[in-house]
């Protein structure tokens, strides 16, 4: 009998996914024995020292990584791709950990919230360097459940239920559908490393590969909330608490796309002509269902849903081109996205709190006026989704559309253009009802809530990262261009 031997572990790679595990567990033992008045302050304080802690490691692996390689025997990559993915997770935490920390129904679960944001972190941290189907499946369920218990998490709230209900369950379906074509890719393959896979898929059954490509697409479409797989973003997004909807709507988002990029770069380079072209298919559908459907949206959280999706075919779009252009594309978008989608939903947050009702587009009125910081903000967010400046987003589209156009689907690039046009009408929507409709409109409830400087903290910190990435895109783009320079892209 062969003796077993363990694998020699990279505890420095596994830095940032180790901390926030760290931070969780302290939050969850101190809150048995914390009153409850001081837990919230605690959570937030080992959360914030945990997601900069994090953050922290993860740039200094991307500093002294020059290239990746496989660790754990193969099962994850230290590579600066996971890095910056990493960064970008911990960013959205920290950000979070302002927005969340005067949430109302904090109090009696504020361990429990704590925990299960650095827990989710946690799990996107090691997704993101997931090297075969086993880790990628695990990262994905570790994060996936967090998020479930997170939008159900004020219990006495029916549609935060109802939409931790929907999540799970649409959830559960997508992750079946990625495991099963996940089996397939093994059966075809014999193999459930990536770089393995890709060096079987000539061997393999094409039916079964094919097949399972096509599942695993179904999968991480889920996650990345792109059509025609989001039927669960705008209703969870609506009913999870605002805080814990802004760090889905940018974190997942990271995760989802930088493992789609990483997966299909990677494990089927072969099939590219397959996998491009499908992935075509899916930006087209979530630049139409997402603009068209956000049109007529009243909620402006369920606006901004639609939004997310509009903006998963945007993201998709530079991986769909499958070159290097087109990933050094997605992770400066991501840098922009992912940091004003925190900031917009922070900003909901307080209209939710001063009105204590859902936020709709009448009922923001007067809002830019009576708080000029934040409506002011929410404007720049707003413009700075539609693609134009001073945003980073301006210069992440024109290089999505860059990538497209060097593959040669200019018709792609026209796609996007004509849908960035349609957003327009529901993104100044927002800024016309701040700005210029009459302050009658707005609903009084009770006066305004105390100052939430954690919170203006958070969407300050916003708008720097989203003006900062236009103003110092040129080293951005160089850090993006290091991070997928050993990706073995199919195209260019």
Not at 207 to 214: E, M, P, Q, R
Not at 255 to 273: D, I, K, M, N, Q
Not at 296 to 310: E, G, P, T
Not at 408 to 413: H, P, V
Request: proline share 5%; glycine share 10%.
């Amino acid at each position: 009998m062969d003796e077993f031997t363990a694998p020699t572990i990279d505890w420095a790679a596994l830095s940032p996914v180790l901390i926030t595990l760290a931070g969780a567990s302290v939050v969850l033992l101190a809150s048995l024995f914390l009153p409850p008045g001081v837990r919230r302050g605690f959570g937030a304080a080992v959360a914030a020292i945990c997601f900069v802690g994090a953050a922290a490691a993860a740039i200094a692996l991307f500093v002294a990584d020059e290239s990746g390689r496989g660790i754990v025997s193969e099962a994850i990559r230290r590579d600066r791709l996971a890095e910056l993915a990493q960064v970008l997770v911990m960013g959205a935490g920290l950000l979070t950990v302002g927005v969340s920390y005067r949430e109302p129904e904090r109090v009696e679960r504020a361990g429990e919230y704590w925990a299960l944001l650095l827990t989710a972190a946690s799990g996107m941290a090691f997704f993101v360097a997931a090297n075969n189907l086993m880790t990628l499946f695990l990262g994905l369920e570790w994060f996936s459940i967090c998020l479930y218990v997170l939008t159900a998490i004020a219990v006495e709230r029916l549609p935060g239920l109802e939409a931790g209900l929907k999540y799970l369950i649409v959830g559960s379906f997508g992750s079946a559908i990625l495991l099963f074509g996940s089996a397939l890719v093994y059966g075809a393959t014999g193999a459930i490393g990536f770089e393995e896979i890709a060096a079987g898929t000539a061997e393999g059954e094409r039916l079964f590969l094919v097949a399972g490509l096509a599942m695993v697409l179904v999968g991480l479409g889920f996650k990345a909330s792109a059509a025609p797989f989001h039927m669960w973003t705008p209703d969870v997004y609506e009913g999870a608490p605002t805080p814990v909807t802004g760090f889905m709507a940018a974190a997942t988002k990271v995760a989802a796309l930088v493992v789609t990029l990483r997966l299909l770069v990677t494990a089927f380079p072969g099939e590219e002509e397959l996998w491009t072209v499908a992935l075509a298919v899916i930006v087209c559908a979530s630049l139409a269902w997402g603009n068209l459907a956000a049109l007529v949206q009243v909620s402006v959280k369920r606006m901004l849903a639609y939004s997310s999706i509009s903006h998963a075919g945007f993201l998709l779009m530079p991986i769909a081109a499958g070159n290097e252009l087109g990933g050094r594309a997605l992770l400066y978008y991501l840098i922009a996205y992912s940091a004003m989608s925190v900031g917009a939903f922070a900003v909901v947050a307080v209209r939710e709190r001063e009105l204590a009702a859902p936020v709709t587009v009448g009922n923001l009125a007067g809002f830019g006026w009576e708080r000029p910081f934040l409506g002011g903000s929410m404007a720049l967010f707003m413009f700075g989704f539609i693609g134009l400046p001073p945003a980073g987003i301006f210069l992440g589209k024109i290089y999505a559309f860059a990538a497209v156009i060097e593959r040669g689907w200019t018709w792609l690039a026209i796609v996007g253009a004509v849908f960035t046009a349609v957003s327009i009408y529901y993104y100044v929507g927002v800024i016309r009802a701040m700005f210029m409709q009459p302050r009658e409109l707005a609903v009084a409830a009770g006066g305004s809530p105390p100052p939430d400087r954690l919170l203006v903290a958070s969407v300050a910190a916003s708008v720097v990262v989203a003006v900062g990435s236009l103003l110092a895109a040129d080293p951005l783009i160089d850090i993006a261009r290091d991070a997928v320079e050993f990706l073995p892209f199919p195209v260019g």
